[in-house]
């Protein structure tokens, strides 16, 4: 099987959760989804959390708990998704490529 890991922030700040539309020119372009990436070779699923955040989002995240995970397979990718909650440590959101963002 020749997955890829990818790990997704569930940023929760009060009773909501973040979750951000995807680049118009990407697979699944304008869904919805928790914010996150790719783990890189050698990265831990909670360095890369945070290092995809900060690229995407331009802010730094608390990694708590792993709350889920889920195997996605499609023409183009073949992921398992590993979710975890997070909060915001510090910064102001600012979309690097992510259309848009909502608190739901």
Same mark, same amino acid.
């Given at each position: 099987?020749?997955?890829?890991?990818?790990?997704?922030?569930? !940023?929760?700040?009060e009773n909501?959760?973040? !979750?951000a539309q995807r680049n118009r020119n990407k697979h699944l372009?304008?869904?919805?989804e928790f914010p996150g990436g790719?783990?890189?070779?050698?990265?831990s699923f909670q360095d890369a959390l945070m290092r995809e955040i900060l690229e995407e989002l331009n802010i730094t995240i608390n990694v708590h708990e792993k !709350?889920?995970?889920e195997n996605f397979k499609d023409?183009? !990718?073949?992921?398992?998704i590993h979710y975890f909650l997070c909060t915001i440590k510090e910064g102001v959101i600012k979309l690097a490529e992510h259309e848009d963002f909502s608190w739901i």
């Open positions: 099987m020749n997955f890829t890991n990818v790990v997704a922030a569930v !940023i929760k700040k909501y959760y973040l !979750i372009g304008l869904q919805w790719k783990v890189e070779n050698n990265e !709350i889920a995970e023409k183009k !990718i073949d992921v398992v």
